[in-house]
């Protein structure tokens, strides 16, 4: 047994700086309907062909005028047409005023719109007549062709997720078809002859030692979220064939491997010398609380060139959850051509204490409180998951880093980060 000491962890900003440097945006792409792309990454710019809005129109319904035949309140002038949205009216003259609605183009001439509810009706007349009580300026609830999108605008760019507010500007684009970013296909599997599936054995009747396969769901659930077409290939055995022949298998058709378990040090953990037997290993262990082992690294293909990326989770529930979203969600966003960015910090007080201090970097679950402060789960440890139930964002902590009632913490938000 070798006595030379052991290396040092490496850091989480290091590691995931290293993981980056493996992964570069796939190359397969696919033209998806507009209606259909939500979620989805560009593939390309959209670069608009026409102008938003097309036309001068009006952003009030309400009377559309000449400024200059309105200087002053109490102007009468005749009403000698109605535009409604969807169609163009004739030239407007002097002392003329022409009935318009939300939506609809600023006739020639005119170059204000006065609300209705700034106006009267002159009743009793031959002609239809109305009265100005407040004098507009010039551009006045008038919507200029282009003040949205000018033509020739890149108004979104590649790698951009596509979202609600993102869908409705391509379409008011005239765009039926957007070219995204292919669904990366990520492989899914966990080890562990503990492991048991929920609905497989009742309560009751667990073996001893047996526990129920949690990470399955969460990770699965993860992945699709970010728009992965995951392959899901349940529980493999403590074996290292079963662990070796499930890698094999895997890296053929998919560009990502994820396992959760099997990834410490103990006899039973077979992913290491499995992923090692196959490709290589370039990231083991980091410096963070909860989710030390982790690994990440390649898996070589037999009929097709290149490898599988492969990204080894600790077998904890809260150090899996924690480990995806900070090592694997930028691997995955940056397969989709997005640029990885951390989570937005909020800095907000502690309303607790914790005297004693982690040599590693570490990531404790916390809750907003009424106050406007940060509450801590009690049991911090990698196994309880209500811990990630509960609380609503964690505080990263600095390695060595004790805490005192009061403190200014960075608090990271669960529903930002998920999201």
């Known amino acids: 047994m070798s006595n030379a000491p052991r290396a040092p962890l490496m850091s989480l900003d290091a590691a995931l700086q290293a993981l980056l440097t493996h992964v570069h945006p796939l190359t397969r792409f696919e033209t998806v309907a507009t209606l259909d792309a939500d979620g989805r990454f560009l593939a390309q710019n959209v670069v608009s062909a026409l102008q938003v809005p097309a036309f001068d129109n009006s952003s009030m319904d309400g009377y559309a005028v000449r400024s200059a035949d309105v200087q002053h309140s109490g102007v009468e002038l005749t009403v000698t047409q109605r535009i409604a949205a969807g169609h163009f009216g004739d030239q407007l003259l002097p002392g003329q005023t022409a009935r318009i609605f939300t939506g609809a183009p600023v006739p020639l001439g005119a170059d204000a719109v ?3 509810e700034q106006t009267e009706s002159i009743v009793g007349q031959d002609v239809s007549r109305v009265k100005f009580l407040f004098a507009p300026e010039a551009g006045q609830w008038i919507r200029r062709s282009g003040e949205d999108v000018k033509a020739g605008d890149t108004v979104l760019m590649r790698g951009q997720k596509l979202g609600p507010a993102e869908l409705g500007l391509v379409a008011s684009l005239g765009l039926s078809h957007v070219q995204v970013m ?7 599997f966990s080890t562990g002859d503990e492991l048991v599936m929920p609905g497989d054995v009742a309560p009751g009747d667990m073996r001893p030692g047996a526990i129920y396969n949690s990470n399955r769901f969460f990770l699965r659930a993860l992945l699709q979220r970010m728009g992965c077409e995951v392959s899901d290939l349940g529980i493999v055995p403590d074996r290292r064939d079963a662990t070796v022949a499930a890698l094999q298998s895997a890296a053929e058709h ?7 378990g099997g990834v410490s040090v103990g006899e039973e ?3 290491k010398p499995a992923v090692q037997s196959l490709g290589e290993l370039a990231l083991w262990q980091i410096a963070m609380k909860p989710g030390k082992p982790f690994a990440y690294g390649h898996v ?5 060139p290149g490898a599988a990326h492969f990204v080894g989770l600790p077998g904890n529930p809260v150090s899996s959850f924690i480990t995806f979203l900070l090592l694997v969600k ?3 966003l940056t397969f989709q051509g997005a640029a990885p960015k951390p989570p937005v910090a909020y800095r907000l007080p502690a309303h607790f204490d914790l005297p004693k201090a982690d040599k590693r970097r ?3 679950r916390v809750r907003r409180n009424a106050q406007g402060g940060l509450d801590l789960f009690p049991n911090q440890s990698s196994g ?7 609380g609503d964002g964690v505080v990263d902590n600095p390695a060595e880093q004790t805490i005192v009632h009061g403190d200014m913490l960075n608090f990271w938000s669960f529903s930002e980060w998920l999201s």
Do not use: G
Not at 300 to 304: A, I, K, T
């Open 114 to 116: 006065v609300m209705q």
């Open 182 to 188: 292919a669904r990366p296909k990520v492989a899914l």
């Open 254 to 260: 998919h560009d990502l491997i994820v396992t959760s």
């Open 269 to 271: 953990d077979h992913v």
């Open 300 to 304: 070589r293909r037999d009929s097709l």
């Open 330 to 332: 930028p691997l995955i």
């Open 362 to 364: 570490e990531f404790l």
């Open 384 to 390: 309880v998951l209500t811990s990630v139930v509960w």
